[in-house]
């Protein structure tokens, strides 16, 4: 433990140099405009930038590109407190009380919860990281690739199973990602797959290339077609109403803890900052004592959900950085980056790459930390966002995207294939069929492939040997558990009811 601790202090060395500390600046600003958009979002934001950081260190383009994480995530409450537009999927449950606060002329106020209640999630989640992300580093290079195969097995079924969304549409998703992964040469046997005798796919699909048309591309192209027209108040944070704020949420402690335990639940188990951001404000309604007020303008409706969904956001990246396996869109997305970079995700890291990875740590301090400065300080700039036709901004971010992919191999075909994976993703998003089980599918696939058949191999074929220790076993129960958690979900309710005797007789 304490050479952890002396790890995170040369983490914080790392982050401290001029060029990384400018980075981190940058990051934050982008992202916070990334967050401000709505269409636009944390993963779209750092798949489109990601191209940005092939010529930097993987240190520093890994502090730039979570800072852009966290821009994003400060930025989504903006929109949704001043315009009643949620920035971010997460932040919906924020306009529930925090747009009637801006309509009453609370909206410092609103504004000033929301941050602190973001940067105290983080913070809550950021700890945790610290604390587990090596014992679970540590624990996890025991595996062989039965162990290794169990544990992807076990993230492609939690986002079967635990998401909101239908199991179908997520397994289809899912499948349509495998089959794309699957494309081009086989790393086992050196034969090609589904090329179609195109020279052009024998390396098969970038992964770079699929998120930044299924996010980028796709978000644009639906958002042009709903159209957007900006509405609502301005505000402006001044000293007086920010430490009148701070001087309230104290007493909101009970709340935080709450919200800070549902976000890192929902983040390490892939249930994403959504839920947990809709849990955390129906939990506090109920509990409450100021419940039956909950959408008229109570701040505890803005401390609840903002504090669980960067709880979340940020805990989402504790099993990409031990295991190897992304916890949420975005996390799948820096995942890639990775693999770009010539880093080997999962336990190897700590061993490997401390730097790299005691700087991102580190980075997660200091960037929310610098993230709730500039977001105190610089709202009325980034509301003023909203004001420039969004005719004029998606454009610009098309003309980016397009310079992304083409940067990627110096290659046409890239552009035209992230333009078939943007109307690909717009029908996906038009039809609700999710896209964060099919990049999961296309980042992982061939490695959950690659442990599947070698594991094969080893037992001559046995599939038994997915079963063969107490470690693999208990994490294919686990895996099994939560694909068919909503069928178990069911049976559970019926039982009860049954024990009650308030089960209906059917007819």
Known sequence: ?????????????????????????????????????????????????????????????????????WGALFGGAITSILFNIPGEPWSVATTFDGY?????????????????SSFVGAL?????????????????LKFGPPEIFSVYFLAFCSFVGLSKEPPFKTIASMMLGFGLGAVGLDQMTGQLRLTFGAEQLLNGFDFLIAVIGLFGIGEILLT????????????????????????????????YLRSCLIGCWMGISPAGATPASFMSYGIAKRISKNGHKFGTGEIEGVVAPETAAHAAGTSALLPMISLGVPGSPTAAVLL???????????????????????????????GNIVGLLIVLTCVPFFASILRIPFSVIAPIIMVFCAIGAYTVHNNTFDVVMMLVFGVMGYFMKKTNYPLA???LAIVLGDKA?????????????????????????????LGLIALFWP?????????????????????
Request: aromatic fraction near 10%; charge should be positive; charged fraction near 10%.
């Open 336 to 366: 890639g980056g990775l693999l770009i970079w010539g880093l080997q995700p999962g336990p190897l890291l700590f061993t490997e790459q401390k730097d790299f990875v005691w700087g991102l740590i580190a980075s997660m301090y200091m």
């Open 100 to 116: 009637p606060m801006a309509q009453k002329g609370q909206a410092g106020q609103a504004l000033t919860a929301a941050f602190t």
């Open 449 to 477: 492939e690659e442990g599947f058949r070698q594991s094969l191999l080893s037992s001559q074929g046995n599939l038994g040997v997915f079963f063969s220790n107490g470690l693999v076993s208990t994490i294919m129960t």
């Open 124 to 140: 809550f989640a950021v700890l945790v990281i610290t604390l587990i992300a090596p014992l679970v580093a540590n624990f996890a």
């Open 437 to 439: 089980p099919m990049v």
């Open 224 to 255: 042009m077609e709903e159209g957007l027209s900006f509405r609502g108040k301005t505000a402006k944070l001044n000293m007086k109403v920010v430490l009148e704020t701070w001087a309230r949420l104290p007493r909101y402690w009970l709340i």
């Open 1 to 69: 433990m304490l050479a952890d601790f002396g790890n995170l202090f040369h983490g914080f060395a790392v982050v401290a140099q001029p060029f990384n500390l400018v980075l981190m600046v940058i990051g934050i600003v982008l992202g916070v405009i990334v967050g401000v958009l709505p269409g636009l979002g944390g993963a779209n934001g750092v798949a489109i930038l990601l191209p940005l950081t092939f010529s930097m260190s993987p240190t520093s383009a890994i502090i730039m590109l979570s800072c852009i994480y």
């Open 487 to 507: 069928v178990i979900q069911t049976l559970l309710v019926r039982a009860r009811d049954l024990i009650n005797g308030t089960l209906r007789p059917a007819g």
